[in-house]
Every structure is written in structure tokens, then in C-alpha cells.
């Protein structure tokens, strides 16, 4: 099956710095990687995804990347603010037997931003 | 759209009791995930149905755990009897065709 790896487990920013947090994937099959965000008491939030067939995507301040040849894709933060302190966490998934995708998600990273 | 509407929020059980999780998911979503999280395991992936059907089980612990999708606007998963390390924090998720799942707000478990 697919196994996701995400990196740093946790990252402490200073207000107004970028953040970059890194996942890696097993199966070459895998098509739809989304990110989520989790605040503390809430269940993850999506943010922001990219499919295999787009090589980098945007949104405000957060950008994807994904790398197929090398099995990675990574979240970039600019412009960090407070209330971007979460833990995020990526995932992967492929179709399953037609019967749509069935997410792996990363062991998440605890980011901080610091006023 | 009131979002994927999970309960309770919280629920303290004795070991040995039966527990039962509920969730609804958003009108028109034909995927239904059943995740648990915790600090050690991060998030784990219990049991995945597609149109009502269980497509995948694999992830469920043991067999005191089962769930069930009786109609496209509910599910429940159901621990008998529940244990100690089966506290966590339950989340139901649901989604169209896989993509952009949406999450509740979670159960959190406490087994004592």
C-alpha cells in the first residue's frame, strides 16, 4: 500500500518568514495529493491540492509543488501570520477499483509562528 | 450545507461498554471515510465505504470494532466492548468520488 513521509515534524517560524514542509510517497500510482490543515480541538481543514497531471499550484500564500519523478511534493507558506499555527498534513491517494480515492496521510508537522 | 455532522463530541466509557460513534455526511457525497487519531499513530484509516458499501476494512483494529453505512446519510461505527487504548479522537470524513474530503468535527473517546 502507499506510505506518505512528512518532514519537519515540527518547524517554528518567525512572523513574516516562509515555511516549507516536505512528503514523500511510495506508490507511482498515486494521482491527488491534498493538504490539510488541523487547529487545535477542530478536524482537518482542506487547503489546498494538486493532481498529478500540474506540476505546481496557488493559492494566496500557499503554494504547492509536486515532483513525480522523484515521488515528492512539498506545501510553501509566505508571508507567515499567527493564525497560521496548526499542524498541517499532507496525504496521496489513487483511484481505488473505480470506486473513487481512499487517502494516506503523512504522520503531520506542528508548525508555530511566532509574533 | 451544515458540514459532516459527527456524534457526540465527547464520550467517557467504561471498559468493557459498548460504544457507538455517528456520523452524517454532507448531502451528496458518495464516499464515507472513518479515521482515528492519535498522538502516537497520527491519523489511521479504519473503514472506507463508496455508495454505501465497505470498500475497505482493512485498517479497523479488531474485531470488536464494526461499522455500518445503512443509507447514504449515515453511518455509525460501533466498538463492543471498548478498551483502554481504544481512546482517541474518532473523525468521520466524507467526500465526492475521493477528492476534497471534508472532515467533522471528531469524537473524542475516553475509555477508562
Known amino acids: 500500500g502507499e506510505n506518505v513521509e512528512q518532514h519537519p515534524s515540527t518547524l517554528s517560524v518567525q512572523e513574516g518568514d516562509s515555511a516549507v514542509i516536505k512528503c514523500t510517497y511510495s506508490?507511482?500510482?498515486?494521482?491527488?495529493f491534498p493538504w490539510y490543515k488541523q487547529e487545535l480541538g477542530k478536524g482537518p481543514q482542506l487547503i489546498i491540492d494538486?493532481?498529478?497531471?500540474?506540476g505546481e499550484k496557488k493559492d494566496q500564500r500557499i503554494a504547492v509543488t509536486l515532483n513525480k519523478t522523484a515521488k515528492h511534493f512539498s506545501l510553501h507558506i509566505t508571508e507567515t501570520q499567527p493564525e497560521d499555527s496548526a499542524v498541517y498534513f499532507c496525504?496521496?491517494?489513487?483511484?481505488?477499483?473505480?470506486?473513487?480515492?481512499?487517502?494516506?496521510f503523512g504522520g503531520g508537522t506542528r508548525l508555530m509562528v511566532k509574533p | 450545507d451544515a458540514g459532516v455532522i459527527q456524534s457526540p463530541r465527547h464520550e467517557v466509557t467504561e471498559m468493557g461498554q459498548e460504544v457507538t460513534l455517528r456520523c452524517k455526511p454532507i448531502?451528496?457525497?458518495?464516499?464515507l471515510f472513518w479515521y482515528r487519531q492519535t498522538m502516537m499513530r497520527g491519523l489511521e484509516l479504519l473503514i472506507y465505504f463508496n455508495n454505501n458499501v465497505p470498500i475497505d476494512d482493512s485498517g479497523m483494529p479488531e474485531d470488536r470494532f464494526s461499522a455500518k453505512m445503512p443509507n447514504a446519510s449515515f453511518s455509525t461505527l460501533k466498538i463492543q466492548p471498548s478498551e483502554p487504548r481504544d481512546s482517541a479522537v474518532y473523525f468521520c470524513a466524507s467526500s465526492l468520488q475521493g477528492y476534497g474530503y471534508t472532515f467533522g468535527s471528531g469524537t473524542r473517546l475516553t475509555v477508562v
Open positions: 496525504a496521496a491517494s489513487r483511484t481505488y477499483n473505480n470506486a473513487g480515492n481512499m487517502l494516506t
Open positions: 448531502s451528496g457525497h458518495n464516499s
Open positions: 494538486i493532481r498529478s497531471n500540474v
Open positions: 506508490d507511482s500510482a498515486s494521482n491527488y
